[in-house]
């Protein structure tokens, strides 16, 4: 808590929320000027060196059209956009908006309007075209004008100073938070001398290029593990990683998360066929057993209740540690939003004390290789992250799930990742998705789902040590950008 006066007539536009004032902030951005060179944000709108825009409200009424993706602002985290966003539209609502959106690789978006998302950005790649993004979001164009490279603005909308003044002046407008113009008040640093932005800016696009590379193979990986399993080679994952960038992105599915839950489909069944007073017609699809079935001459078809039963497999649910735990340490709490693309979020929105850690996390024992997996939710169940050695420092609530696999010669952790995340079986897992009061919910149907277990050992090595390397990589460059976003501008 911070404890300051000021006079009335400091007060600006009628604000009357303390933080807006922070004198500490304030004291720091004056130190910083110092050392580093400033920028004001408004200003550098205001001479061209920067453009800004927001998205659209498309309206619901687009959503699922199609396969292109309307980025929404929890498709942004660790810096990059979700490989399956939730939302598409079709061809014909694109062409409506693209030109006024007119977005271009290297372009930056920040969320402007929310809660603890506000201030997120990511940079886009590529791999993020074509798409269009909603009014929540802020996009940013580096141009010409401007005395340094969108990948340095990019690091510097990332330093400590920067996201201390966007909480400083988020505010809550109606239901959810925002920061209005207020971006323009930005002041942000870059180190003096072209010799060490060179440096930054190299650095950064060395880890970008990581991330945007593992996160193309994250997105295609489904797709190859399914012909993997139907032809029961590795064919179609060499034939895939030996193509160019431009081939390998035309190559590229174009998935949101309505592609788990398959066609629609019709059928008949008996009533004797019912189970457990289920009456939901997505249950008992038969298309996916017909996929099943044709994977059983190439694939050993399992159970997870079968691999839970033998011992291969064990399951464990989090705790839900209640709201006045929130903010209390620096231990993350793990939620169901907290990971996407294989790995968790670099900033968890909400930490526990010590104490509440040395509470829970003899029973929620985590370790290197357990994977978590959402339970609750609705279009997030069924993702899934691998926990590496930097992970294993959390508590997870009750909405996931942690799953470990205890015959890493049978079933290692990476190759169980990998099938977790077949479109086989995201597909039995929406299948087996109700909806329990406000939520939907998967419970215990979980153990029915079928994993297909490759019969072929070189394709069983080859599919764990892929997704090895992803998440390796993935890791490695999270952990740099987080790390030069620190080190560029400090105190």
Not at 206 to 222: D, E, G, M, Y
Not at 315 to 338: C, H, N, Q, W
Not at 365 to 392: F, H, K, M, N, P
Request: hydrophobic share 35%; aromatic share 8%.
């Amino acid at each position: 808590m911070i404890s300051f006066k000021m006079s009335s007539r400091e007060i600006k536009d009628d604000i009357y929320i303390p933080k807006y004032y922070d004198a500490d902030l304030k004291a720091d951005i004056d130190s910083l000027r110092q050392r580093y060179i400033a920028f004001n944000l408004g200003s550098l709108i205001d001479s061209g060196a920067i453009e800004v825009c927001t998205g659209h409200e498309i309206g619901k009424m687009a959503y699922g059209t199609g396969d292109i993706p309307f980025v929404r602002t929890s498709d942004i985290s660790n810096w990059e956009l979700k490989t399956v966003p939730k939302q598409g539209v079709s061809t014909d609502v694109y062409a409506a908006y693209a030109k006024k959106q007119d977005v271009k690789p290297g372009d930056i978006l920040m969320v402007k309007d929310g809660s603890y998302l506000i201030g997120v950005t990511c940079m886009l790649a590529d791999i993020d075209l074509p798409m269009l993004f909603q009014s929540h979001i802020l996009k940013f164009r580096v141009t010409e004008k401007a005395e340094f490279s969108p990948e340095v603005f990019f690091l510097a909308l990332n330093t400590p100073i920067v996201q201390r003044q966007i909480r400083s002046f988020q505010f809550t407008a109606d239901i959810i938070d925002t920061i209005g113009a207020r971006y323009r008040e930005i002041v942000f640093f870059i180190p003096p001398g072209r010799e060490t932005q060179e440096k930054y800016r190299s650095s950064i696009v060395s880890a970008t290029n990581k991330r945007v590379q593992s996160r193309l193979l994250i997105r295609q990986f489904p797709k190859l593990l399914e012909d993997s399993l139907a032809e029961g080679t590795t064919d179609p994952i060499d034939a895939f990683y030996s193509l160019e960038h431009e081939e390998a992105l035309k190559a590229l599915v174009s998935d949101t998360s309505s592609h788990e839950f398959g066609e629609t489909s019709f059928y008949r069944i008996s009533s004797k066929a019912i189970r457990d007073n289920i009456y939901i017609p997505k249950y008992y699809d038969p298309s996916i057993q017909d996929e099943l079935k044709a994977l059983s001459e190439t694939c050993e078809l399992v159970s997870i209740s079968n691999l839970v039963a033998n011992g291969v497999l064990s399951l464990g649910t989090g705790d839900e540690i209640g709201k006045m735990a929130y903010g209390t340490g620096e231990i993350p709490f793990v939620r169901t939003s907290d990971f996407s693309n294989w790995e968790l979020k670099h900033n968890v929105k909400q930490c526990v004390s010590k104490e509440i850690y040395d509470q829970y996390k003899n029973a929620e024992d985590v370790q290197v290789g357990d994977i978590l997996l959402v339970r609750d939710g609705s279009y997030l169940i069924g993702s899934t992250c691998l926990l590496t050695q930097e992970d294993t420092r959390i508590l997870y609530c009750g909405g996931l799930i942690k799953i470990r696999s205890n015959d890493q010669d049978y079933l290692d952790s990476n190759l169980l990742m990998g099938l977790l995340n077949a479109y086989i079986v995201k597909r039995q897992i929406r299948s087996k998705q109700f909806t329990r009061d406000v939520i939907d919910t998967i419970g215990t149907r979980l153990l029915e789902v079928i994993l297909p277990i490759p019969r072929d050992n070189g394709l069983k090595k080859k599919i764990s040590q892929e997704v090895m390397r992803i998440i390796q990589m993935r890791v490695e460059a999270r952990d740099e950008i987080r790390r030069l976003s620190i080190e560029m501008v400090s105190l």
